[in-house]
Antibody, heavy 119, light 107 residues
Framework: EVQLVESGGGLIQPGGSLRLSCAAS????????MSWVRQASGKGLEWVSV???????YYADSVKGRFTISRDSSKNMLYLQMNSLRAEDTAVYYC?????????????WGQGTMVTVSS | DIQLTQSPSFLSASVGDRVTITCRAS??????LAWYQQKPGKAPKLLIY???TLHSGVPSTFSGSGSGTEFTLTISSLQPEDFATYYC?????????FGQGTKLEIK
């Protein structure tokens, strides 16, 4: 079965760090474009970051310099390292696969992991 | 950055109704637009990609159209399970912006 399962969320103090993980099954993470999207409670979706199959990475301005997307081919995992966390980073974080059929869309999503930044 | 504006933000309709949601881009994005459905507490689900291609497994009551700056998502006959929030997303340039969402409620 093709699926994504996130983990690593939790309560963290402002200024702290957290690493989110996303375990993939049924497809190879390193052969695909993979992304992170977040959603604050009661709000809309916000794209966070992407990593290409070739390794290039891109970030939303709101997280640039603080978040790092990466992957581990041996474990078929995607990660999001989040540093210098702020209250406004509080959200459910989803990992997703970016289907590459003419830049198509995010076709597979995980169930999400909650990150709460609060003192 | 390219902005996406969805209209309406809220829509009240009945089972069996035909509804249309519009997504306007602040600059042309060709057909690099996708539509998603999200239900409370759940991850988004892909409905339409490249503006008009129906994703596998999505009912044919859903359709998408448009190119450039104006796009529409149409549900031809609302079913009870279609009441949800819908988002458009651009995939042409960074940031990969989402529209603000359209909440479709039962009348």
């Amino acid at each position: 079965e093709v699926q994504l399962v996130e983990s690593g969320g939790g309560l963290i103090q402002p200024g702290g760090s957290l690493r989110l993980s996303c375990a993939a099954s049924g497809f190879i993470v390193s052969s695909n474009y993979m992304s992170w999207v977040r959603q604050a409670s009661g709000k809309g979706l916000e794209w966070v970051s992407v990593i290409y199959s070739g390794g290039s990475t891109y970030y939303a301005d709101s997280v640039k310099g603080r978040f790092t997307i990466s992957r581990d081919s041996s474990k078929n995992m995607l990660y999001l390292q989040m540093n210098s966390l702020r209250a406004e980073d509080t959200a459910v974080y989803y990992c997703a696969r970016w289907l590459q059929l003419g830049n198509a869309a995010f076709d597979i999503w995980g169930q999400g992991t909650m990150v709460t930044v609060s003192s | 950055d390219i902005q996406l504006t969805q209209s309406p933000s809220f829509l009240s309709a009945s089972v069996g109704d035909r509804v249309t949601i519009t997504c306007r881009a602040s600059q042309g994005i060709s057909d690099y637009l996708a539509w998603y459905q999200q239900k409370p507490g759940k991850a988004p689900k892909l409905l339409i990609y490249t503006a008009s291609t129906l994703h596998s497994g999505v009912p044919s009551t859903f359709s998408g159209s448009g190119s450039g700056t104006e796009f529409t998502l149409t549900i031809s006959s609302l079913q009870p399970e279609d009441f949800a929030t819908y988002y458009c997303q651009l995939l042409s340039t960074y940031p990969l912006t989402f529209g603000q969402g359209t909440k479709l409620e039962i009348k």
